[in-house]
């Protein structure tokens, strides 16, 4: 059994050039050992969402949060006199195509990430980043535009929300804000998403978020034996599982080589495993 696993090991990650993320595990599994499961396989669609696949899930929706440049966040909603508003499989094909098609008339390359919300009656709206739409293609809202009175208080402390047309057009109310923090957008939709999943009505086999295809990926740039400890911004209540953010390579790359000179990390990578989702950073940080 101890020779399926090697000990002490780290996997450094890169995100983007100034985001790297270092793992340390006890114990993993060694590659091309097979696993049995013991455990029996839930067989009801309907049933929620284990807590590991929503944790893996939040994992990979800041991936690609992180390693992709976002312009926008974007609530999307649906006219129920456009689509049925309680059928978010066909929605999501609808909008898929839509974007697709678009894109080839427009000559744009739009790229999405979209976490859906379901409203206390069982419909649902879209949270989201976007991105490649062209300024043209949008309008600003003003005070004088149908919307709600907190929108018009966000406008009157002097937010840009913005308008989709065309999606307005083909699907129901949208609205855009700038994203001006793009590590602080990256920690918020990937904590919202592990809120909302907890008690949204998607089934054990649905997907808990949508996106373009493309997308940036994060990319493994060194596994190894771990020759320290280090001050970790995450672990697991066991310490089997602690895990870093660090800005350059040259640091983590440190505890594999066998030299222990690792700073404090900084305090927006302690953010980005903080638990709390907080009030909304596209409104507030500049």
């Not at 006890?26 to 839930?42: H, P, Q, S």
């Not at 894109?103 to 999405?112: F, K, L, P, S, V």
């Not at 990926?217 to 001050?231: P, Q, T």
């Amino acid at each position: 059994m101890y020779a399926d696993f090697d000990y002490d090991v780290g996997i450094l990650k890169k995100y983007t050039d100034d985001c790297y993320k270092l793992t340390y595990m006890r114990a993993c599994r060694k590659e091309g050992i097979a696993v049995e499961l013991n455990k029996e396989r839930c067989t009801d669609p309907d049933a929620p969402k284990s807590a590991a696949s929503i944790s893996r899930t939040r994992a990979k929706i800041k991936e690609l949060a992180i390693c992709n440049d976002w312009e926008h966040f974007v609530t999307l909603t649906i006219d129920k006199t456009k689509h049925d508003r309680y059928d978010l499989d066909r929605y999501k094909k609808k909008l898929s195509k839509w974007i697709n098609n678009y894109n080839e008339r427009q000559g744009t390359a739009i790229r999405y990430l979209l976490i859906p919300e379901e409203h206390k009656d069982g419909a649902w709206h879209i949270h989201g980043l976007l991105a490649g739409i062209p300024q043209e293609h949008l309008q600003e809202f003003t005070l004088d535009c149908n919307i709600t009175a907190r929108m018009r208080r966000m406008i009157r402390r002097g937010k840009r929300l913005l308008n989709w047309p065309s999606y307005a057009g083909n699907f129901g109310f949208v609205s855009m804000e700038l994203i001006r923090n793009s590590e602080r957008a990256a920690t918020y939709i990937a904590k919202y998403v592990e809120k909302q999943a907890l008690k949204n009505r998607i089934g054990r086999y649905d997907n808990m978020y949508y996106c373009s295809q493309g997308l940036k990926r994060c990319e493994v740039v060194y596994k190894d034996n771990l020759y320290f400890d280090f001050v970790s911004d995450y672990k697991s209540k066991d310490g089997a599982v602690k895990v870093r953010y660090f800005t350059n390579i040259d640091e983590p790359m440190k505890l594999f080589n066998g030299v222990f000179d690792i700073p404090v990390s900084s305090e927006w990578f302690s953010e980005i495993v903080d638990d709390d989702v907080g009030d909304n950073p596209f409104l507030e940080c500049a």
